[in-house]
């Protein structure tokens, strides 16, 4: 397994329940194919840098986890199905 690291901006119409909500989704398919939910840091709202889908600010998130780089398409596909995600990024951290 290899580490890596996502960032997803949520939309900020979301409460605090419904990013814990897109949290554990995310968690789950991570879990669901074999992988482990290093850390998770919620980063709260934030300014954008421009609009996305008319939002000015959104919530941020940061999670660490190992996956078999198989699943990582797979994972993405799932994470840009979830409506409430404006924009997320998946990077392979190097040691």
């Known amino acids: 397994m290899r580490d890596y690291e996502l960032v997803a901006i949520i939309s900020p119409e979301l409460d605090e329940d ?3 909500e897109i949290i554990d989704k995310v968690s789950q398919s991570i879990d669901s194919r074999g992988g ?3 850390g998770v840091d919620k980063w709260g709202v934030r300014k954008l840098a421009y609009p996305i ?5 959104a919530n941020y998130v940061l ?3 190992k996956l078999m780089p198989k699943s990582v398409k797979e994972l993405e596909a799932e994470i840009s199905a979830l409506g409430s995600v404006l924009r997320f990024l998946v990077v392979n951290v190097k040691d």
């Open 36 to 38: 482990v939910v290093e």
């Open 53 to 57: 889908k008319k939002f000015m600010e």
């Open 18 to 20: 419904g990013v814990t």
């Open 63 to 65: 999670a660490r986890f």
